[in-house]
């Protein structure tokens, strides 16, 4: 989240309007990994594993849009486009139309690149980010 806020003051810096708002893009961070507090748990032989369930992109989905229900979330449409390609277009994918809109393309970028650019932040020890800190050993 803190990556997509310098990013998106980064991206609005150009003059050209972003058409959405950096409230959306945190929105849409916080929600697109919804699932994972239930999803993990540590094994007695301390790894990570997915409880039953909760193994693919399409449970993962399911268990967001029922949280959101649950709670009484209601998404606009941009932010549910947002929330439902974070992760790519995969199968939805198509050449002749676009699927993906603007939000759901700024998230996916700072997304992809926190998860396989920075995927070891915040460091352990002497993170540069002030304030950075793990919640557990990795």
């Given amino acids: 989240m803190n990556y997509g806020r310098h990013l998106y ?64 979330f209601e998404l606009t449409p941009g932010q549910m486009n947002g929330l439902t390609y974070v992760e790519g277009e995969h199968k939805d994918y198509s050449s002749r139309r676009r699927v993906m809109n603007e939000l759901a393309a700024f998230c996916h970028k700072v997304d992809t690149w926190s998860a396989r650019g920075w995927y070891d932040y915040p460091k352990a020890e002497g993170d540069e980010w002030v304030g950075a800190r793990r919640f557990r050993a990795v």
């Avoid at 007695?44 to 268990?63: P, V």
């Fill in 9 to 72: 003051t980064f991206d609005a810096a150009f003059g050209r309007a972003l058409p959405f708002t950096l409230s959306d893009a945190l929105l849409v961070f916080f929600l697109h990994d919804l699932e994972k507090p239930w999803r993990i748990f540590i094994t007695a032989d301390g790894r990570a594993a997915n409880r039953e369930g909760l193994s693919t992109k399409e449970e993962f989905q399911r268990f967001r849009e029922a949280k959101l229900a649950e709670y009484g």
